[in-house]
C-alpha cells in the first residue's frame, strides 16, 4: 500500500446485471429484505455473489485502489443485510420511519433485545482476504443510523435502543477483525440527518460499538446516495464533534456537495478519507481534475493523513463508469504523490 495519500473506496461497487434486478436495485435503498433483487436462484446464488466478488475486487486492482473492499456485491443495500440478522426483529411484520427525504420507508420493527445472533460478515472478510494481497477494508451500518431506521416497540428509549445496536455492533467487528480486516468502516449516514440526537448520544454510540476494537476504523459520513439525492446541503450539520470519537478515520464527501475543505481541520488529529469522486456525473473525471481536489485538501489537512476516496458507494453506477472513476482517482493520487517525493 501507497505511505503517503492511499486511495481507497467507500464501500459498494456496481453488481453485475446479470447478478441483480437494476431496475429493482434504482428504486430504493432497501431497509429490509429483499430477495426478489437477485436474478440467481437461491442455490446458486452464493457462488454467483463469490464470482461477481472477485471481478469487483479484481476491478479495484487493476484500477490501483490501494485498500479495497468486496465491494458489497453480497447486499442488497449497506444498511439492510446486518440490520435484519440480529435477534429482536420481527422481519415478518416490519414497521416505518421517516427517511431523511421526509418520506415515510419501512424498517425493520424492534420487538425484543437487540442482540447478535451470528456472525454475518466473517465469511465475507475471509473470501476478501483469499482473493487479494492488499489492504482489506470491510463495511458495516453504524448503530446511530441503524436505529434511526427502526420502528422501536421494546426499549422505548432512542438512546438504549442506539447503544443496544451498538453492543451488537462491537460484537461482530470483534469477529471481522480476527478474520483479517484492516480497516473496519462503519456507515453513519444518519449522524448528519439528526444532528441534534447526534449531539446527545452519536459519538457515544460510535465509542461504544468501537470498543477494544484495534487497527485502523473508519466513520462514513454522507448526504445519500447520488441516485437518489440530488440537491445535498453545502456542509455537515455534525462533523467537529466526531474529532472527539475513537474512530481513527471520519470518511466524508466533498466533490458533488463542493463543501468549505477548511472544516477539514475541524477533524485533527484523524485520518481523513475524502470524496473525491463526484458520483452524480455519469462521466470519469480525470485524473488532473482528482489532483486538484486533493492539492485543494492538503491546504487543511497533511498528505500523511488524507487518503483519497469517491464521495460514497459507486453501485448505482454502471461498472464502466465506476472502473473508469477508480482509475482516475488512483491517477491523480499518483501526481500529486510524485509531487512530494
Not at 6 to 13: F, L, N, Q
Not at 50 to 61: H, K, P, S, V, Y
Request: with cysteine; charged share 30%.
Amino acid at each position: 500500500m501507497n505511505g503517503l495519500l492511499p486511495t481507497t473506496v467507500v464501500g459498494s461497487y456496481p453488481q453485475p446485471d446479470w447478478l441483480i434486478d437494476r431496475a429493482t436495485l434504482s428504486k430504493s435503498v432497501p431497509r429490509l429484505r429483499q430477495r426478489e433483487i437477485w436474478r440467481i436462484p437461491e442455490p446458486l446464488l452464493e457462488q454467483a455473489q463469490d464470482d461477481a466478488t472477485i471481478l469487483a475486487i479484481r476491478d479495484m486492482e487493476r484500477a490501483g485502489i490501494d485498500i479495497v473492499t468486496d465491494g458489497e456485491i453480497r447486499r442488497e443495500s449497506y444498511f439492510n443485510r446486518f440490520a435484519t440478522a440480529l435477534d429482536g426483529i420481527d422481519n415478518d411484520n416490519p414497521g416505518t420511519a421517516v427517511a431523511r427525504t421526509g418520506a415515510r420507508i419501512r424498517v425493520p420493527r424492534v420487538v425484543g433485545p437487540i442482540r447478535r445472533r451470528h456472525a454475518v460478515e466473517v465469511r465475507d472478510v475471509e473470501f476478501l482476504r483469499r482473493n487479494t494481497d492488499r489492504a482489506i477494508k470491510i463495511t458495516l451500518p453504524g448503530p446511530f443510523t441503524m436505529a434511526a431506521l427502526a420502528q422501536d416497540e421494546h426499549y422505548k428509549d432512542e438512546e438504549a435502543l442506539v447503544l443496544a445496536y451498538a453492543d451488537a455492533v462491537n460484537e461482530e467487528l470483534r469477529d471481522l477483525k480476527a478474520a483479517g480486516a484492516d480497516v473496519i468502516q462503519l456507515d453513519e449516514p444518519y449522524l448528519q440527518a439528526r444532528p441534534d440526537r447526534a449531539e446527545r448520544y452519536g459519538v457515544k454510540a460510535i465509542d461504544r460499538a468501537l470498543a477494544g476494537i484495534p487497527g485502523e476504523t473508519a466513520i462514513h459520513l454522507c448526504f445519500g446516495y447520488a441516485h437518489s439525492v440530488n440537491n445535498k446541503p453545502s456542509g455537515y450539520s455534525f462533523l467537529a464533534r466526531l474529532a472527539d470519537c475513537t474512530a481513527r478515520q471520519i470518511s466524508i464527501e466533498a466533490a458533488q456537495t463542493k463543501i468549505d475543505l477548511g472544516v477539514l481541520a475541524d477533524l485533527a488529529p484523524k485520518t481523513v478519507i475524502l470524496g473525491v469522486l463526484d458520483l452524480a456525473r455519469r462521466d470519469a473525471e480525470s485524473a488532473a481534475e482528482v489532483a486538484d481536489r486533493i492539492r485543494a485538501a492538503l491546504k487543511f489537512v497533511p498528505a500523511e493523513r488524507l487518503i483519497p476516496a469517491p464521495d460514497c458507494g459507486m453501485k448505482y453506477l454502471s461498472r464502466e463508469t465506476a472502473f473508469a472513476k477508480l482509475k482516475a482517482l488512483a491517477d491523480g493520487a499518483a501526481a500529486v504523490r510524485r509531487e512530494r517525493r
